[in-house]
Structure formats: C-alpha cells, structure tokens
C-alpha cells in the first residue's frame, strides 16, 4: 500500500498531522495565537481535500462516500467556526493551553471516522476518540469549578452511554455474525419478516436508540446536557452543541438506515415518542431559563427533536432534510454562541439573560446578529432556520406523518417566545450596564461567515438542498 | 458436563462478586472484590479457547487497572463512602426500573442461536494458536481499528495531562 492509495482518508490524515503538529508546536510557539492560524490552515486544507475522497479502504473498515462526505464538510466547517471562536475567548478566560486547539482537531476526526465508518467497531472507536478529546475541552477551565463539574458529569454519563453502544453492537454482533454495515443488512433481510421478532435483535434495537439518543441529546436522555453546555468553556458549548449532535446522525444514517433498515418498523415506533418528547420538553424548559448558555442547550434539545422528525420518515427524503438541519443548525448556533462569547470580556461574563438588556442601545451590531440568529433558531423566514424546518416538515407530511408534521409546527411556536424574548430584551428594555464586547478579529469573522450562511440559505436554499440531496446514500 | 459445572462455577462467582463490589460501602472491600471477579472472569476466557485474552485480563485489569483502583481508593482515603443525601429519593423506582430492562435481557438471551462461528471456529484457533490468531486478524483485517486505538489512547494521555498537571504555563 502506497500513500497514494490512502487518498479516501486524506481529510482525517491532514487532521491527524496537524493535531500532532499542534501538540509539537505548542513547546516551541510562545504566541498561542500561532497555534490557531495552523489550525485553520491545516482544517482549510483537509477541507480542500474532502471534495475526491471517494472509496471504501481496509476491507470497507472505512468508507468515504458522498454522505461521510457531507458529514465531513460538517464537521470541519464546525471545527473552523470553533476555533475562529476561541482565540479571544481562551485569552480572556486565561486558559492559553495548546492542547485546546489539538484536542478540538483529535475530537472532529473522531466525527470524521464515525461518518466514515463502514464497521461498527470503527463506529465505535470514532466515538470514543470524540467523546474523551471532549470530555477533556469540558474541564479546559481547570480553576472553574463549574466547568470541572461539567467534565465529570459529561465524562460518567458518556462512559455509561458508551457501555450501552457496546452492549448493543455485542448483540447485533451476536444476532447477526457480523460488525460490517453491508453484511449485517443482508444478515437482517435474510431473516426477513422474521427479524422482527427476535427479541435479541430487538433488544440491540432499543440499546442502539438509548447510545445514539444520549449522544444527540434526546429526552429521555438528556440530563446532562444543560449542566454540560453551562459549565463548560462558551467556545467549547458551541463546538460539542454542533459536533457530536450532527455526529450522532451520522451514526443514525449508517446504523438504521444502512445496518438495521429492515427493521425500521420497530425503530420508527421507538423514535416517535422520543423526538415528540424531546421537542416539548426542550421548548418547555428553555422558557424558564435565565442563564443563555442554558437557554442554548435546552433549544439545542428541541432541535435535535425537529431533526429527529426527519428520521422517522424512514426515507431518504426525510435523512435528507435531518442533514440538511444539521448544516443550517450548526450556523445559527454557533452564531448564536459567537455572540455569546462577544459578551465575555475580563470583568464581565456576559452569560445571564438579563446580560443582555438593552444591547441594541449599547452594541447595536452586536444585538442585530443576535437577532438574526434568534429568529433563525425560531424559524423565521427568509433565515435559514425556516428552510430546515420546512424540509423536515414537508418530508413528515409526503410520508403520511400528518399528525407528527402538525405537532412539530405546534410546539416550535412555543419556542417563539423565549428566542424572541432575547430580541425583546435587546431592542425593548433599557440597558443596566455599559460594557465593552470583544473585539476580536478572528469573532468577527466566525460571525460573518454565520450570519452570511444564515441568510445565504435562507434565500437561496436550492443549492444546500440539492448538496445534502446528492449525498445521499440510499435513493 | 465438567465444563458446565466450571461454567456454572465462574458464572455464579462473577454475579456474586460484581453484586458484592457495588453494594459493599468500604470502598477497598469493593475494590478487592472486583479483583476476584477479574480472576474469574479470566477463567471464562480460558474455557472459550481464548488463553490469550485471559492472560491479558488478569496482566491489565487484575495488574494494572485494579493497581490503579486502589491507589486512587488510598489516595482519597475513603474509609467509609461519604454519606450524603441523594438528588433523586426513591431508589425503588431505580431499582425496578433495572429490574425491568435485566427481565427483558435475559429473555432476549434466552432466543440466542448460534449462526456459525465464521473463519475462526475452536479447530481453526487450536491449530493457529490463539495469540497468533488475534494476531493475523489484529494486523491485517483490523488494521484500521488498531490505529485508531492508539489514537485514542494519545488523546487519553494528553488529556490527563491537561487535566491534571499542576502548574500549566
């Protein structure tokens, strides 16, 4: 095997470098700033390279097809947006590590291999590369207790839902004789209508539902995230709201689209109280929250129930409109944590609800975006929030799921009223203090680029749709 | 019928010690406890033909794992678990709702069928060896996983030393 065969993997192995590059660096590199110049350059030259990875490799161990690829653009856009977040943010918060920038790299090609995964074994170790690199990003702020808090409870809750994904491969594994997707498929249509009621095979079914619906925040598994997202580092809250949620429908395409399709039935029928579950009680909760961080994970709930709503179609139309929530999702919330953190400057931590009265008054450019974002996370059109949303929908209904369509329009409107809320606060009330925002570049244009894909999608949504639509895998 | 009464032997020590290990409020009883569960454990292995995975066992986790276990017990020196009231009261509900998922385990258990064993049966393992076996598959088929391994085991390392090294720059 010569380098040149290896080129389906080039994204992860450019990322593999450059993580190693960025732990070497940071001995000899006094300005960290450095640091996230070579993570943007090596993240924009891995992303040059995911355009041509076609090609399954290690005896379709990995797999790069046009739906990884997808995932993989993702990812790394999200890895951009995180660290353009980060470097003012890290000086402020006095946690100048160089580990931050390696750890964020070592975590986005643990997504990648999971996208990419073609056996649930990679599956498996992708995950397990993304959860630790992050457990870690969570405790970053290693004085702050909260944020210390936020590792541990991310670290036992994860390491559970991690025993559960491995109890479930262990008996798919078991059911059907194989780890690989493909055969594990033909293993399941050889059964047939009699896949359906073997309990063992029904059981890993429900153990997949638990792992995956821990990783994506699904109620009734999504204690942690709340805690999780306050406690952690602000940059870090955006890159893991964004990442391992859009990793954890990765896995859903490959797991019960590709590996257990012949059981989509049972699965539906588990997935349908859960993402109504997770829609209401996200929306619900986040109206009583004052802190924004929270505020953020309780709607980064509710949005995993919309994207969830496109799963249950069981068709490629409805994975379509999920990924292509994914991509809108990972803008505007990310925006929305960008401005966040434009609000943490040395003396002010600018994460309280009422933080943010008055903005318009004192930060109009800051508060416009802010807005921009908080009506996109609703749903307003012509943001790129609406277009998500109508997909998802319209899938729901071409697939007969009226009822489940007409439930999802009902409960978004409850989540009006507290993303809108923020917009009242900044454009209705009067300020109580004057504080200065960061003025750093780097969050400049992490914003501008948001903001600019918010409403670029938002108006001219052709383009994504087809994008995600051609990265389909089964049509 | 000896390997079942071995069987039944090292299945029933494993439940009894796990139960032992979780319940015992002396953290260094559980621990202990958990040591001879690893033990047993690598008893099983040994029936499966797998002599290699049971030495790994007993050299890993009752070596170096269970090491760790109790300097971490002694370095916190816990000598009865803090007592504290629960966030969450009633453990009865806990308790039936594992009891619950254990029912349904075991009646997905009970529906096993053995598929076929695939390329490596016992034969084909004793004729091999074990550890060559694991080593043929290890490097060849499951080359890719083995990478990532050790890629997640460098993550593991520099994020304990993130977390824990005492003075950062």
Not at chain 1, 262 to 273: M, T
Not at chain 2, 138 to 165: N, Q
Request: glycine fraction near 8%.
């Amino acid at each position: 095997m010569t380098l040149a065969n290896l080129r389906p993997m080039a994204p992860e192995l450019i990322l593999i470098a450059l993580g190693l590059v960025l732990l070497m660096l940071d001995l000899i590199c006094r300005k960290k700033e450095m640091l996230a110049i070579v993570t943007l350059i090596g993240a924009i030259l891995a992303f040059y390279f995911i355009k041509g990875s076609h090609g399954g490799l290690f005896d379709g161990m990995f797999i790069a097809d046009l739906y990884s690829n997808f995932f993989k653009t993702v990812f790394i856009i999200n890895l951009l947006l995180s660290t353009l977040i980060s470097v003012k943010y890290l000086d402020t918060e006095r946690a100048l590590h160089g580990e931050y920038y390696a750890l964020l790299v070592f975590a986005t090609v643990g997504m990648m291999t999971m996208a990419s995964a073609g056996n649930l074994i990679v599956l498996y170790l992708g995950l397990e590369l993304m959860s630790l690199s992050i457990y870690v990003l969570c405790g970053f702020l290693r004085n702050n207790i909260k944020s210390t808090e936020s590792a541990i409870k991310y670290f036992l809750l994860g390491a559970f839902s991690t025993a559960i994904l491995l109890y479930a491969i262990s008996l798919l594994y078991g059911s059907t004789g194989s780890t690989d997707f493909n055969k594990i498929a033909n293993a399941v249509a050889v059964m047939g209508a009699g896949a359906a009621l073997k309990p063992l095979l029904l059981f890993s079914v429900a153990l997949f539902v638990t792992a995956v619906g821990f990783k994506i925040a699904a109620v009734p598994f999504h204690m942690w995230s709340p805690d999780v997202y306050e406690g952690a580092p602000t940059s870090v809250t955006a890159f893991m709201s964004v990442g391992p949620k859009a990793a954890g429908f990765a896995i859903i395409g490959k797991i019960f689209f590709v590996a257990i399709f012949g059981l989509h039935v049972e699965w539906v029928k588990l997935l349908i109280p859960i993402s109504v579950a997770t829609m209401i009680t996200g929306n619900v909760l986040a109206i009583s929250q004052t802190n924004i961080k929270r505020m953020l994970a309780y709607s980064s709930i509710a949005h995993a129930g919309y994207a969830l709503l496109g799963i249950l179609t069981a068709d490629g139309d409805g994975l379509t409109a999920a990924m292509n929530y994914m991509l809108i999702y990972m803008f505007m919330n990310v925006g929305a944590f960008a401005v966040v953190i434009m609000l943490r400057t040395e003396d002010f931590a600018g994460d309280e609800l009422k933080d943010y009265l008055g903005l318009a008054k004192t930060h109009p450019l800051a508060a416009f975006l802010m807005m921009i974002f908080m009506f996109s996370l609703t749903g307003i059109p012509p943001t790129a929030g609406f277009i998500g949303k109508f997909y998802i929908f319209t899938a729901l209904i071409h697939s007969g799921q009226l009822k489940l369509a007409v439930a999802g329009v009902l409960i978004s409107v409850i989540s009006a009223f507290f993303y809108l809320r923020v917009v009242m606060y900044m454009y209705m009330k009067d300020p109580e203090v004057e504080t200065p925002v960061s003025d750093s570049l780097y969050l400049k244009v992490a914003l501008a680029i948001s903001v600019v894909m918010v409403i670029v999608i938002g108006v001219f949504p052709g383009k994504f749709i087809e994008f995600a639509k051609a990265s389909l895998i089964l049509q | 019928m000896l390997s079942k009464v071995f069987f039944l032997y090292f299945a029933s020590v494993i439940v009894l010690t796990s139960s032992l290990a979780i319940t015992r409020r002396n953290a260094m009883h559980g621990v202990l406890y958990m040591l001879l569960m690893f033990f047993h454990l690598a008893g099983l292995y040994l029936f499966l033909n797998a002599e290699f995975l049971a030495a790994v066992q007993i050299i890993i986790y009752a070596g170096a794992i269970m090491v760790l276990f109790l300097f971490v017990v002694m370095l916190l020196n816990l000598r009865e678990d803090v007592q504290k009231s629960r966030f969450i009261r009633p453990w009865i509900i806990g308790f039936i709702i594992s009891s619950g998922v254990m029912v349904i385990a075991i009646k997905a258990a009970r529906s096993v069928e053995v598929v076929g064993t695939g390329r490596w049966g016992i034969k084909e393992i004793q004729s091999a060896t074990h550890i060559g076996a694991i080593g043929q598959e290890l490097y060849t088929h499951y080359l890719y996983p083995f990478e990532l391994a050790s890629l997640v085991l460098l993550v593991a390392i520099v994020g304990a030393i993130v977390l824990a090294k005492k003075r950062l720059k």
